[in-house]
């Protein structure tokens, strides 16, 4: 994929961020309207798409395949968690902060901006990865994010429940039982997943309308922090899986998906549970501003 095509692809994203920037300055968007919007994203549209990653197409990969790239995604958060353990304490700031550096580093955007990515940069048959690689992270997006974002104290067991925990997991089963949906329930999941993308950079852009760009844009943590999520992460991954000999294909997909910026569902999270939204919201657009450059630079060394 030319630098060009990555950069239509991340122009189309930020567009819908300023849409919803646009919204709130218009008054459409914010306040309460927002937490509502975050409340339909987390139990309905969110874990619609997560169950319809695994019900749509024509095929599943063999149980083989999916142990083996879910062996890659092992290493993959191996690589993150070592990096969070330190990095946060580094970078300082305050609690709420911290818990942002700590999700940053954790979870990149691998579905929104991953699969088109990937898609475009290995074609279809890549895509069945991605998507597998993508199932441990919504499981533990949801179940560990929360413990990130706001520490022990504000952590509750029954967030284990939710429905976005309890999509992922029955998505993971389908996946490594390759059981498939009926084709009609497929399709109405796809329909209301849909929504996520749009409607989630919609909610982001709202919540950048009331922080100011100068602090954001200024801030050496959060620059320090982009570099780090976005070329330090996919470089140490590389490594360490051509060292290990992993098949290319599974390898390139695996190091693009890192090299993607902060994901959306962190502003959800942070707002559903109490972490620092705004700082969040300055991770989120500061990491998908810079990844228009950083993605097509990771993408050159890898093909």
Request: a neutral charge; hydrophobic letters at 55%.
């Amino acid at each position: 994929m030319s630098f060009l095509d990555t950069l239509a692809q991340m122009m189309v994203i930020l567009f819908a961020i300023v849409c919803g920037y646009a919204a709130n300055r218009m008054g459409i968007l914010g306040g309460v309207t927002d937490r509502k919007i975050s409340k339909l994203l987390l139990t309905v549209t969110v874990p619609a798409m997560i169950l319809a990653s695994v019900s749509t197409g024509d095929t599943l990969p063999e149980a083989s395949v999916v142990l083996g790239t879910l062996g890659a995604g092992f290493w993959f958060y191996a690589v993150e968690f070592l990096f969070i353990l330190t990095v946060p304490h580094l970078l300082g700031g305050t609690a709420g902060q911290k818990g942002v550096w700590r999700y940053t580093l954790a979870f990149p955007n691998v579905a929104f901006i991953g699969y088109p990515v990937v898609l475009a940069l290995y074609g279809q048959q890549a895509l069945f990865y991605a998507v597998i690689l993508c199932l441990p992270f919504n499981l533990l997006s949801f179940t560990l994010g929360p413990l990130l974002l706001t520490g022990a104290g504000r952590f509750s067991p029954r967030q284990l429940l939710s429905p976005t925990v309890l999509a992922s997991v029955l998505a993971l089963a389908l996946a490594l039982a390759r059981v498939r949906l009926p084709a009609l329930a497929g399709e109405m999941l796809a329909f209301v997943g849909d929504v996520t993308v749009p409607l989630s950079l919609l909610f982001v852009g709202s919540l950048l309308a009331g922080l100011p760009m100068g602090r954001m844009l200024l801030s050496p943590r959060l620059w320090m922090l982009t570099v780090i999520r976005l070329l330090v992460l996919p470089a140490a991954l590389c490594c360490l899986l051509r060292a290990l000999d992993f098949d290319p294909l599974v390898l390139g997909v695996t190091v693009v998906q890192m090299a993607m910026p902060t994901a959306v569902t962190g502003s959800l999270l942070s707002m559903e549970h109490g972490g620092d939204t705004e700082c969040m919201a300055q991770s989120t657009f500061l990491t998908t501003l810079a990844s228009i450059v950083t993605i097509p630079l990771v993408a050159a060394l890898l093909l």
